[in-house]
Protein backbone atom coordinates (compact mmCIF):
# COMPACT_ATOMS: atom_id res chain seq x y z
CA UNK A 1 0.00 0.00 0.00
CA UNK A 2 1.21 3.69 -0.85
CA UNK A 3 0.42 6.74 -3.00
CA UNK A 4 -1.14 5.40 -6.24
CA UNK A 5 -2.07 1.88 -4.96
CA UNK A 6 -5.55 1.19 -3.68
CA UNK A 7 -7.17 0.65 -0.39
CA UNK A 8 -10.51 -1.14 0.51
CA UNK A 9 -13.12 0.81 2.47
CA UNK A 10 -16.25 0.23 4.17
CA UNK A 11 -18.83 2.84 2.59
CA UNK A 12 -19.55 4.85 4.36
CA UNK A 13 -16.93 5.39 6.92
CA UNK A 14 -15.25 7.68 8.32
CA UNK A 15 -14.01 11.15 6.84
CA UNK A 16 -10.84 11.50 8.98
CA UNK A 17 -9.72 8.23 7.53
CA UNK A 18 -10.83 9.25 3.67
CA UNK A 19 -9.10 12.15 4.00
CA UNK A 20 -6.01 10.46 5.57
CA UNK A 21 -5.90 8.05 2.73
CA UNK A 22 -6.16 10.59 0.11
CA UNK A 23 -3.20 13.24 1.55
CA UNK A 24 -1.67 9.60 1.25
CA UNK A 25 -2.24 9.66 -2.33
CA UNK A 26 -3.71 5.85 -2.22
CA UNK A 27 -6.47 5.65 -3.95
CA UNK A 28 -9.89 4.98 -2.12
CA UNK A 29 -11.87 1.98 -3.47
CA UNK A 30 -15.40 2.13 -1.76
CA UNK A 31 -16.99 -1.35 -0.43
CA UNK A 32 -20.98 -0.80 0.37
CA UNK A 33 -21.61 -1.83 3.99
CA UNK A 34 -25.50 -2.02 4.81
CA UNK A 35 -26.79 -2.18 7.56
CA UNK A 36 -25.06 -5.80 9.33
CA UNK A 37 -21.86 -4.65 7.64
CA UNK A 38 -19.90 -4.84 4.38
CA UNK A 39 -21.14 -8.22 1.86
CA UNK A 40 -17.81 -10.77 2.22
CA UNK A 41 -18.43 -11.40 -1.70
CA UNK A 42 -18.04 -7.76 -2.39
CA UNK A 43 -14.90 -7.93 -0.60
CA UNK A 44 -13.66 -10.48 -2.93
CA UNK A 45 -14.94 -8.82 -6.02
CA UNK A 46 -12.81 -5.64 -4.71
CA UNK A 47 -9.92 -7.69 -3.74
CA UNK A 48 -9.57 -9.73 -7.26
CA UNK A 49 -10.74 -6.39 -9.96
CA UNK A 50 -8.41 -3.77 -8.25
CA UNK A 51 -5.05 -5.88 -6.36
CA UNK A 52 -5.57 -4.18 -3.52
CA UNK A 53 -3.65 -5.57 -0.55
CA UNK A 54 -5.72 -3.79 2.54
CA UNK A 55 -9.35 -2.96 3.80
CA UNK A 56 -9.95 -0.24 6.44
CA UNK A 57 -13.24 -1.13 8.35
CA UNK A 58 -14.08 -0.83 11.65
CA UNK A 59 -15.62 -3.89 12.95
CA UNK A 60 -17.32 -2.79 16.40
CA UNK A 61 -19.15 0.85 16.56
CA UNK A 62 -18.51 1.98 13.15
CA UNK A 63 -18.56 5.56 12.75
CA UNK A 64 -21.28 6.82 11.18
CA UNK A 65 -23.43 3.74 11.21
CA UNK A 66 -22.81 2.74 14.83
CA UNK A 67 -23.17 -1.11 13.44
CA UNK A 68 -21.34 -4.16 15.05
CA UNK A 69 -20.20 -6.88 12.93
CA UNK A 70 -21.44 -10.31 13.83
CA UNK A 71 -18.90 -12.97 15.01
CA UNK A 72 -19.81 -14.84 11.56
CA UNK A 73 -19.54 -11.99 9.51
CA UNK A 74 -16.06 -11.23 11.44
CA UNK A 75 -15.18 -14.78 10.52
CA UNK A 76 -15.82 -14.60 7.28
CA UNK A 77 -14.26 -11.08 6.24
CA UNK A 78 -10.91 -12.28 8.00
CA UNK A 79 -11.27 -15.44 6.12
CA UNK A 80 -10.92 -13.19 2.78
CA UNK A 81 -8.46 -11.27 3.72
CA UNK A 82 -5.84 -14.28 4.73
CA UNK A 83 -7.30 -15.85 0.89
CA UNK A 84 -5.86 -12.79 -0.50
CA UNK A 85 -2.72 -12.26 1.65
CA UNK A 86 -4.41 -8.80 2.69
CA UNK A 87 -4.23 -6.98 5.83
CA UNK A 88 -7.39 -5.57 7.48
CA UNK A 89 -6.92 -2.64 9.42
CA UNK A 90 -9.37 -2.64 12.04
CA UNK A 91 -10.01 1.16 13.17
CA UNK A 92 -11.29 -0.01 16.94
CA UNK A 93 -12.04 3.63 17.81
CA UNK A 94 -14.86 3.27 19.73
CA UNK A 95 -14.04 0.02 21.87
CA UNK A 96 -14.74 1.38 25.23
CA UNK A 97 -18.40 2.75 24.09
CA UNK A 98 -19.61 -0.99 24.51
CA UNK A 99 -21.88 -1.40 27.13
CA UNK A 100 -24.05 -4.63 26.17
CA UNK A 101 -22.29 -5.16 23.61
CA UNK A 102 -18.84 -7.50 23.81
CA UNK A 103 -16.31 -5.63 21.71
CA UNK A 104 -13.74 -8.14 21.19
CA UNK A 105 -11.87 -7.01 18.04
CA UNK A 106 -11.46 -9.11 15.17
CA UNK A 107 -7.06 -8.96 15.79
CA UNK A 108 -8.20 -11.02 18.96
CA UNK A 109 -8.75 -14.06 16.09
CA UNK A 110 -6.34 -13.05 13.95
CA UNK A 111 -3.66 -16.21 14.05
CA UNK A 112 -1.86 -15.14 10.55
CA UNK A 113 -0.41 -11.53 11.04
CA UNK A 114 -3.25 -10.07 8.69
CA UNK A 115 -4.94 -7.54 11.20
CA UNK A 116 -3.43 -3.72 11.91
CA UNK A 117 -5.13 -2.93 14.86
CA UNK A 118 -5.65 0.63 16.17
CA UNK A 119 -7.22 1.83 19.14
CA UNK A 120 -7.75 5.63 19.94
CA UNK A 121 -8.18 6.49 23.86
CA UNK A 122 -9.50 10.14 23.06
CA UNK A 123 -13.01 9.45 23.05
CA UNK A 124 -12.78 7.32 26.44
CA UNK A 125 -9.64 9.01 28.79
CA UNK A 126 -10.11 12.72 27.48
CA UNK A 127 -10.08 14.74 24.02
CA UNK A 128 -7.27 16.55 25.58
CA UNK A 129 -4.68 12.90 25.67
CA UNK A 130 -4.76 12.35 22.01
CA UNK A 131 -3.32 9.11 22.82
CA UNK A 132 -3.34 6.39 20.07
CA UNK A 133 -1.77 2.89 19.33
CA UNK A 134 -0.92 0.39 16.84
CA UNK A 135 -1.02 -3.01 17.34
CA UNK A 136 0.84 -5.65 14.36
CA UNK A 137 1.04 -9.16 14.77
CA UNK A 138 4.27 -10.67 12.93
CA UNK A 139 3.40 -13.96 10.75
CA UNK A 140 4.11 -17.20 12.65
CA UNK A 141 6.94 -18.55 12.65
CA UNK A 142 9.24 -15.43 13.22
CA UNK A 143 9.49 -16.14 16.81
CA UNK A 144 7.98 -12.62 17.54
CA UNK A 145 5.88 -11.22 19.94
CA UNK A 146 2.96 -8.48 18.69
CA UNK A 147 4.31 -5.40 17.89
CA UNK A 148 3.40 -2.36 19.95
CA UNK A 149 5.04 0.93 18.69
CA UNK A 150 3.04 4.13 20.34
CA UNK A 151 2.78 7.23 18.87
CA UNK A 152 3.69 10.61 20.72
CA UNK A 153 1.63 12.95 17.98
CA UNK A 154 -0.45 15.23 19.35
CA UNK A 155 -1.03 17.37 16.35
CA UNK A 156 -1.22 16.74 12.14
CA UNK A 157 2.53 18.30 12.22
CA UNK A 158 4.04 15.82 14.93
CA UNK A 159 2.32 12.80 13.47
CA UNK A 160 4.26 13.80 10.19
CA UNK A 161 7.33 14.41 12.26
CA UNK A 162 7.20 11.03 13.78
CA UNK A 163 6.34 9.12 10.60
CA UNK A 164 9.35 10.90 9.01
CA UNK A 165 12.06 9.67 11.53
CA UNK A 166 10.57 6.43 12.59
C1 LIG B 1 -13.72 5.92 13.10
C2 LIG B 1 -12.78 6.83 13.79
N1 LIG B 1 -11.48 6.51 13.80
C3 LIG B 1 -10.58 7.30 14.39
C4 LIG B 1 -10.97 8.46 15.00
C5 LIG B 1 -9.91 9.33 15.57
O1 LIG B 1 -9.91 9.33 16.91
P1 LIG B 1 -9.03 10.39 17.71
O2 LIG B 1 -10.03 11.21 18.42
O3 LIG B 1 -8.16 9.58 18.58
O4 LIG B 1 -8.25 11.21 16.72
C6 LIG B 1 -12.31 8.85 15.02
C7 LIG B 1 -12.74 10.08 15.66
O5 LIG B 1 -13.90 10.40 15.76
C8 LIG B 1 -13.24 8.01 14.39
O6 LIG B 1 -14.54 8.33 14.34
Redesign the pocket.
Known amino acids: MGAGRPLLMESPT?W??ILAAEQAGVEVIPVPSGVNGPDPADLVRAFEQTGARAFYA?PTFA?PTGIQWTPDLSAEVLDVVRRFGAFLIE?D?AHDFGISADPSPLAARDDGGHVVYLR?L??SVSPAV?V?GIVARDRPGNGSWPTLRRSPCTSARSCRRWRSTS
Open positions: YGAQNDWSTKRA
